[in-house]
């Protein structure tokens, strides 16, 4: 019991250090635009994102000797509390990542997917990609990849595409 006790403190402390600094960051800029919120993550630019979209946090985690950066956006809590994640920016590092059908195969395992979903080649940017209607992924270069998710029941095709043309290495 006293276990559950403290880690219902410890969650009870960050929600209200993370409404605090959100709070903060409200009355001292009001809401941020979405250019506001655009900037880097990981040596990437993020310069399109749609409207509408909630509240940044960024993660750093590994899986198989492949290291991820990542932003993702949600909005809530809802009226049972929850939140939801609207969009996901990420960086894919590893040596593994050779081409586009080496990310490719890295994913389908990652994300436990069908070896035979459904992809649609397309271009972001001058980069070589796949597309599956709420997510898009491409290639840079070995060793280096860009994958951009989006609620599809609030977003459409055009949006995650514009996001990840607006979401590329930072110009040297």
């Known amino acids: ?61 590994e899986w198989e000797d492949v290291s991820f950066h990542s932003r993702v956006w949600e909005t809530g809590p809802d009226e049972n509390g929850a939140f939801k994640v609207d969009l996901t920016v990420k960086t894919i590092r590893g040596e593994k990542l050779t081409d586009l059908e080496a990310l490719k195969d890295f994913l389908v395992a990652y994300e436990e997917r069908d070896p035979g979903w459904q992809l649609t080649p397309v271009k972001v940017g001058g980069y070589d990609g796949l597309f ?15 994958e951009v998710t989006i609620d599809h029941d609030r977003f459409t095709d055009e949006d995650v595409l514009d996001t990840a043309a607006g979401f590329h290495p930072e110009a040297s």
């Open 132 to 146: 599956a209607g709420d997510e898009v992924f491409y290639f840079v270069e070995p060793g280096v990849a860009a």
């Open 1 to 61: 019991m006293t276990g559950s006790v403290v880690v219902l403190a410890c969650l009870c402390l960050a929600t209200t250090a993370d409404a605090a600094t959100a709070a903060t960051y409200s009355a001292v800029s009001g809401s941020p635009s979405t250019e506001q919120r655009a900037d880097t993550l990981d040596g990437f630019v993020i310069e399109n994102l749609p409207d509408g979209i909630g509240t940044p946090s960024d993660f750093e985690y």
